[in-house]
């Protein structure tokens, strides 16, 4: 199959008030009542956009569409399903316009079309439609005619027009921005932001470029091809989401923006390139995505000299608070999942008992393997098999620490994953702290709680 894809904005002024999308599909010949295309309008809690004047036309003329709709937990999706048998090759047009956002928003995942001084950006799920089956020759092309002098458009896959052979998908899981955009960049590595910055962009930039150097090392990853992408917040407490190879995240004029406060930020998304296991059903094994991304982020650049120990030993304080003093703390994880973006509280779990569980399964298997396996071999050989084709999931998991330590840590994995208290192991994160048990408030109870206490291992 061949799709390509022209993306055409408009900008009146210094605002992007829609964009025009064109699917011109080749060797695609859905069949009366089959779905020709479907819409993201909802993305865990984050709106993406209704299609607007959504047209079809085939070599027959125009081709009417019934549309439905369907809502399979987190997502809400439209459906766009053929009256007849579709002939020759398809177009497929729509427009879509960008999300309001205001002082009064909270922060969320990073999905949405959202304009802001000089141009647009957004994830692609939010504004290309899918199309079932679409693999092949893959094209997207920027028609800037309707943008003011010196415009461009990049994607998360390259800077303007795009080519490549592979599945749609891999296209609808980048990030866009077009406008203004500004840049610096490093062979295949990209930094790229719309509104002027009122800290040191270059700092942070250069700090995200030795960061994914170090980590494409450890993680045995050649690939140069990385890009990041940066969007100003009109509310005061911004965050981070990756997609293939990049991510985006945001500031705004409350926070500080250094290297020091966003360099666990950077990792973390970062991360997020390499270590997962299969999210079938949704919250399955997302401690295992946020749990290795909050691991090394925190583990990884103190181990490369980046940051010191005291700072590291603040992070996992931090984390170590955050996690026991959490009200949902003992819900099971499918459970916690399905409320998650209801309850911001539960969305949180995964992060702090992905952390503790791996932190702890580490040690363990240094003590079976007298050191000389870790952590860090299990998620390496976890992505081996990945790379190697064999489907992930919990069971691999399990399976890789005991084919390399001889553990079996199901037990412990269970405790994790009903919401047990996971009781944190003394040479946890590399041996450079101890810890010892001590009392806090729960959050929104204030009823006592069992939390830990980390301090530098050479003071005990």
């Not at 799709?3 to 829609?18: A, D, F, N, S």
């Not at 461009?152 to 390259?158: F, N, T």
């Not at 109870?445 to 206490?453: A, I, L, R």
Request: proline share 5%; glycine share 10%; charged share 25%.
């Amino acid at each position: 199959m061949r799709c390509q894809i022209t993306l055409k904005p408009y900008m009146t002024g210094e605002t992007v008030e829609r964009m025009d999308v064109t699917y011109q599909l080749q060797g695609y010949t859905p069949k009366a009542g089959e779905e020709v295309c479907r819409a993201q309008i909802n993305t865990v809690s984050i709106p993406g956009c209704m299609p607007e004047n959504m047209q079809a036309e085939d070599a027959m003329g125009a081709l009417e569409m019934t549309v439905s709709e369907s809502k399979p937990y987190p997502y809400h999706y439209v459906h766009y399903t053929a009256s007849r048998d579709v002939r020759g090759d398809v177009t497929i047009r729509y427009s879509v316009t960008p999300r309001p956002l205001g002082p009064e928003d909270r922060c969320g995942p990073y999905f949405d079309l959202k304009a802001e001084q000089g141009g647009a950006n957004t994830a692609g799920l939010s504004v290309l439609v899918s199309v079932e089956g679409c693999e092949g020759e893959i094209s997207l092309k920027w028609d800037l005619s309707g943008m003011p002098e010196g415009c461009c458009g990049v994607c998360s896959l390259g800077e303007g027009d795009v080519r490549y052979q592979g599945p749609l998908g891999e296209l609808r899981s980048s990030y866009f921005a077009f406008g203004r955009v500004q840049s610096l960049t490093e062979g295949d590595f990209g930094f790229y932001w719309l509104a002027e910055p009122s800290f040191d962009v270059k700092a942070i930039a250069d700090y995200a470029r030795k960061l994914f150097g170090m980590l494409s090392k450890f993680f045995r990853d050649d690939r140069t091809n990385y890009r990041i992408f940066m969007r100003k917040d009109p509310y005061n407490h911004s965050g981070g989401t990756a997609l293939t190879r990049s991510y985006m995240f945001g500031w705004n004029d409350a926070e500080r923006v250094t290297v020091e406060d966003k360099q666990n930020l950077l990792a973390h998304e970062m991360v997020h390139n390499w270590p997962h296991l299969n999210d079938h059903p949704y919250g399955t094994s997302s401690w295992y995505s946020e749990g290795t991304a909050e691991y090394y982020c925190v583990m990884f650049p103190c181990r490369m000299g980046l940051v010191s120990k005291e700072a590291t030993l603040k992070e996992i304080q931090r984390r170590t608070d955050d996690y026991y003093t959490n009200p949902t703390r003992h819900m099971e994880n499918i459970a916690a999942a399905q409320i998650c973006w209801q309850d911001r509280r539960a969305q949180r779990l995964p992060y702090g008992r992905g952390f503790f569980f791996l932190a702890n399964t580490d040690v363990k298997i240094r003590e079976a393997t007298g050191g000389k396996m870790g952590i860090d071999d299990v998620v390496l050989a976890i992505q081996d098999k990945d790379r190697a084709g064999v489907t992930l999931g919990n069971q691999v998991f399990l399976d890789t620490v005991k084919e390399l330590s001889g553990l079996d840590v199901t037990a412990d994995w269970e405790l994790m994953r009903t919401g047990g208290h996971i009781v944190p192991l003394a040479g946890s994160f590399d041996g450079m702290y101890a810890v010892k048990p001590k009392e806090m408030p729960e959050a929104d109870t204030g009823v006592t709680v069992t939390s830990y206490e980390w301090t530098m291992a050479e003071e005990n």
